[in-house]
Each structure stands twice: as structure tokens, then as C-alpha cells.
């Protein structure tokens, strides 16, 4: 089975800084595009914020762009980000997102959330 366990994650002044990171275990061939979604309260969409390729290339929601940055490890299987300049607006759950390949089957695994909270 494939598990990935995020950590970070907390509460934080507005302008503040958070780094989230996650990690991949398991017996699996590949990990493909790591990203991070998160959702906000009151039955919010759950959206992406970020991901990276296995090559390093990113991309990121307009809301975020130049506030916060994902980055991987590959040797670890983690991927991380760091979020800075910290918005009330940010405060979500925030996921860990992989495309994992076990065997020949590419698949989709998520994290169990980890909630930020921004205050003003």
C-alpha cells in the first residue's frame, strides 16, 4: 500500500510563514506530479495550489504565485512547501497530492490534511 503523511501545518499571525512537507511510503515504482490542494471552510472546493513534476517544473495558483513554493526531494519521496506572507484567505485544510505508479497503474493518493490557520 501507499501512504503519504504530511506534517506542518499550524496557526500563524498574518504575514507569517509556514513550510508543509509530505512523504511518500510504500512499494511503488514511480511518483509522477506531487502537488498541494487545499479547501477552505464553510464547504468550500477543494483547489490546487501547487504541484511539481518529477522534473522540478511547477506551477502555481494565481492567489499564491510569489507568497509561496513547492519543492520536491526525490532520493525521499517528499515534497514540500513553504508558504510565506501568509493571508487570512489561506486558512484551509491542506492536502498532499501524488500520481503514483504501483506496478502499471498510475493512480491518484492523497494525504490525510493538515489544517493552516491565518489569523488578521
Known amino acids: 500500500q501507499v501512504h503519504l503523511v504530511e506534517s506542518g501545518g499550524g496557526s500563524v499571525q498574518a504575514g507569517g510563514s509556514l513550510g508543509l512537507s509530505c512523504s511518500a511510503s510504500?512499494?511503488?515504482?514511480?511518483?509522477?506530479?506531487m502537488a498541494w490542494y487545499r479547501q477552505g471552510p464553510e464547504g468550500k472546493h477543494r483547489e490546487l495550489v501547487a504541484?511539481?513534476?518529477?522534473?522540478?517544473?511547477?506551477n502555481y495558483a494565481d492567489s499564491v504565485t510569489g507568497r509561496f513554493t513547492i519543492s520536491r526531494d526525490n532520493a525521499k519521496n517528499t515534497v514540500y512547501l513553504q508558504m510565506n506572507d501568509l493571508k487570512p484567505e489561506d486558512t484551509a485544510v491542506y492536502y498532499c497530492?501524488?500520481?503514483?505508479?504501483?506496478?502499471?497503474?498510475?493512480?491518484?493518493?492523497w494525504g490525510q490534511g493538515t489544517q493552516v490557520t491565518v489569523s488578521s
Open positions: 510504500g512499494s511503488f515504482a514511480d511518483i509522477n506530479v
Open positions: 497530492n501524488a500520481d503514483i505508479t504501483v506496478w502499471i497503474r498510475r493512480d491518484d493518493y
Open positions: 504541484e511539481i513534476g518529477p522534473d522540478g517544473r511547477t
